[in-house]
C-alpha cells in the first residue's frame, strides 16, 4: 500500500516512522509539508528508499488533490483548520483519510461527509490521535467486556520525565491546540444526557505507581463524538486531562487574566491579541522535545455476568530512547498509522465518514498496540 503523510512535524515524523519499520504491507510513503526541507529531513532521518519528500501548500485545493492521487490512505498531521477541505480532496481522489482532529465543529462538518464517502467507497475517520484517537477506540474496547455500561471515565496527559518550570510542563504538540483544549467547553454525559462542563474545573488527584502527586481536570475535545455514540447507553462518560499538581490553577490564573482572549487590545497603539501573545511565549520559554511520558487511564463501570464491575486500563508510556520518538509520537502518530493502515486493508467495520470508535475493530487495533509495545495493564477492580 502507498501512504501520504501530511505535514513534517512531529507527529509526521512519528507517522513515517511507523509506516516504514512496524508496517510490512506498507510499499510506499510520501511526507509532504509547506516547508521542502522539513520533509526532507524526515525522509533522510528515516532512512529508507520507500520514503520520498514533497513540497504541499495545504490551502491549494488542487495541488492536493494532485497530490493525494494514487494513495491508498491520507494522514493528516497539519492543523486542524485544514482537514475539511483535505477529507474533500480525498473523496475527490478516492483517498482514505485521517486526521489528528482538534475541533469539534470541523469533526462535525467531515462527519456530514458520509454519505458521499459511502459512494465512494472510503473511510472519512477524524480524531485518531491520542485523545481523541486511541482513546475513543479503547472505550469500545473496554465497554464491550460488559453485558451492560454504565460509565466511562477517561484521564489522559503527556508529561515531561523532568518538569523544569511553574507550570511543570512541556510543549509536544500545536500550543494553539493546547489553547483550546484549555478554554473551550466540555462535552460529557451526565445522568444519561448530553452536557457541557466548563475547562479546567471539576479538579481530582489520582496517583500512577512511581509518580509524584498527579492531578486531572476537564478539558475539551478529548471526549470527540463519544457522548453521540454512547448516548442513551450509559449513565456517565467524561474525560479529564493529566498534569503534574499544581498545574490547573497556575494556568487558569492566566485564563482569568484574560491571556488567551482572540479579542484585540491596543497596547502602544498597536492592536495584539493576548493569546497570540500568550503562545509565542509559551514556545519561548517551555522546554519541547525532552523525555515524556504519556499516562492513560480509562475506567469503566457496569454488569457482567450479573454482577457490578469495575475495569481499569492504564497505559504508561516513555520516550524510547532506541528511535528517540518521545511517548506522545509514539501514542498519537501510531495509532494514526494504524488506522490509516486498517482503511486501506478494508480492516473496518464501515465505509463512509464515521467515528473512530464506530468503525475501527477494536480487537485488532489493541493488538496493533500491543505489537508496538504500546501496553495496557488491565485490572478488574473492587466496587
Known amino acids: 500500500m502507498k501512504i501520504l503523510v501530511l505535514g513534517a512535524g512531529r507527529m509526521g515524523h512519528g507517522a513515517v516512522y511507523d509506516l516504514i519499520y512496524n508496517s510490512p504491507d506498507v510499499a510506499n510513503v510520501t511526507v ?25 501548500d495545504c490551502a491549494d485545493y488542487e495541488a492536493v488533490v494532485e497530490l493525494m492521487r494514487g494513495h491508498d490512505s491520507v494522514i493528516s498531521c497539519v492543523n486542524y483548520w485544514y482537514n475539511v477541505s483535505l477529507s474533500k480532496a480525498a473523496l475527490e481522489t478516492k483517498a482514505n483519510f485521517c486526521d489528528l482532529g482538534g475541533n469539534n465543529y470541523v469533526v462535525d462538518e467531515q462527519l456530514a461527509l458520509d454519505a458521499e464517502a459511502k459512494n465512494a467507497g472510503i473511510n472519512i475517520i477524524p480524531d485518531c490521535g491520542l485523545a481523541p484517537g486511541m482513546v475513543s477506540v479503547l472505550a469500545m474496547h473496554g465497554a464491550n467486556r460488559f453485558d451492560e455500561i454504565e460509565e ?68 475539551s475535545g478529548g471526549t470527540s463524538t463519544l457522548p453521540d455514540t454512547f448516548l442513551g447507553k450509559i449513565k456517565e462518560l467524561d474525560y479529564k486531562t493529566i498534569r503534574y499538581a499544581g498545574h490547573c490553577k497556575k494556568f487558569k490564573t492566566m485564563i482569568d487574566l484574560g491571556l488567551c482572549s482572540s479579542e484585540e487590545i491596543v497596547a502602544d497603539f498597536v492592536k495584539i491579541k493576548p493569546r497570540k501573545v500568550l503562545g509565542e ?23 457482567k455476568d450479573g454482577e ?9 508510556d516513555k520516550q524510547d530512547e ?42 485488532k487495533f489493541v493488538a496493533e498496540l500491543d505489537r508496538r509495545n504500546i501496553k495496557i495493564r488491565e485490572s478488574w477492580l473492587e466496587i
Not at 479546567?200 to 512511581?210: G, H, I
Not at 457490578?308 to 504508561?316: E, S, T
Request: proline share 5%.
Open 32 to 56: 509532504a509539508d509547506f516547508h521542502f526541507e522539513k520533509a526532507v529531513k524526515i525522509a533522510e532521518k528515516i532512512g529508507s528508499e520507500k520514503v520520498s519528500a514533497k513540497q504541499i
Open 152 to 219: 466511562i471515565h477517561i484521564r489522559v496527559g503527556g508529561l515531561p520525565q523532568e518538569p523544569k518550570t511553574l507550570l511543570q510542563y512541556q510543549l509536544v504538540f500545536s500550543v494553539e491546540g493546547l489553547i483550546n483544549e484549555y478554554i473551550e467547553v466540555a462535552r460529557v454525559i451526565r445522568d444519561g444526557k448530553i452536557t457541557e462542563v466548563e475547562s479546567m474545573t471539576e479538579l481530582e488527584s489520582l496517583e500512577f505507581d512511581d509518580f509524584p502527586p498527579l492531578e486531572a481536570f476537564q478539558t
Open 281 to 303: 511565549l509559551l514556545i519561548k520559554h517551555l522546554p519541547a522535545d525532552e523525555p515524556d511520558y504519556v499516562l492513560v487511564r480509562l475506567e469503566f463501570v457496569g454488569k
Open 308 to 316: 457490578a464491575k469495575r475495569l481499569r486500563y492504564d497505559i504508561v
Open 322 to 363: 532506541a528511535t528517540g520518538l518521545s511517548a506522545m509520537m509514539r501514542t498519537t502518530a501510531f495509532p494514526a498509522s494504524i488506522i490509516a493502515q486498517m482503511m486501506a486493508r478494508s480492516e473496518v467495520n464501515t465505509r463512509g465518514a464515521t467515528p473512530q470508535e464506530k468503525a475501527i475493530n477494536a480487537e
